[in-house]
């Protein structure tokens, strides 16, 4: 069994986080913008369509309408899982997630260590990157780094 620092070594840490922030920042367009419903378009065009028989039947309106209605679902539960795997962090890293990256997208880090938690910016950095590593587990988008050594011989390119 391996150790945790073994563990976490196996890590790719920057492509790692920037998939737990591309979800995060889904989150947060899902949490403040709209939903826009898609709508048929039944007007013909007069242009002429020159094309031999397909013959594929296609069901746009059905399509649109499945979409209006499992779009909405996709976005709610993605949000859902998100508040979850969010709310089983550590209540320090609960806190740094939720003020940089679930409320304002535009805030900066050194304001949520210095005027919002009062910690030093060292002490934040630690606590956000334990809380991107718990949170890509919680959500099991780890990315692992890639296997370059095989059969304990380094590539040419390592050399």
Do not use: C
Not at 52 to 76: C, F, Q, W
Not at 126 to 135: G, S
Request: hydrophobic content about 30%.
């Amino acid at each position: 069994m391996k150790s945790m620092r073994t563990l976490f070594a196996d890590v790719d840490y920057y492509r790692t986080r920037e998939v737990v922030e591309d979800e995060l920042q889904k989150y947060i367009v899902y949490k403040t913008t709209s939903f826009m419903r898609r709508e048929a378009n039944v007007t013909t065009s007069s242009e002429p369509r020159f094309h031999g028989p397909t013959n594929l039947t296609t069901d746009s309106t059905g399509n649109i309408a499945a979409y209006n209605v499992d779009e909405p679902k996709r976005r709610e539960k993605h949000v859902e899982r998100i508040d979850e795997a969010v709310a089983k962090l550590h209540p320090t890293e609960r806190e740094i997630i939720r003020e940089r990256y679930m409320k304002d997208p535009y805030i900066l880090d050194y304001v949520v260590y210095g005027t919002i938690l009062g910690i030093s910016e060292r002490k934040f950095t630690k606590l956000r990157d334990n809380a991107i590593y718990n949170l890509a587990f919680i959500l099991g988008v780890v990315v692992w780094k890639e296997e370059s050594v095989s059969d304990g011989r380094r590539s040419e390119q390592e050399k």
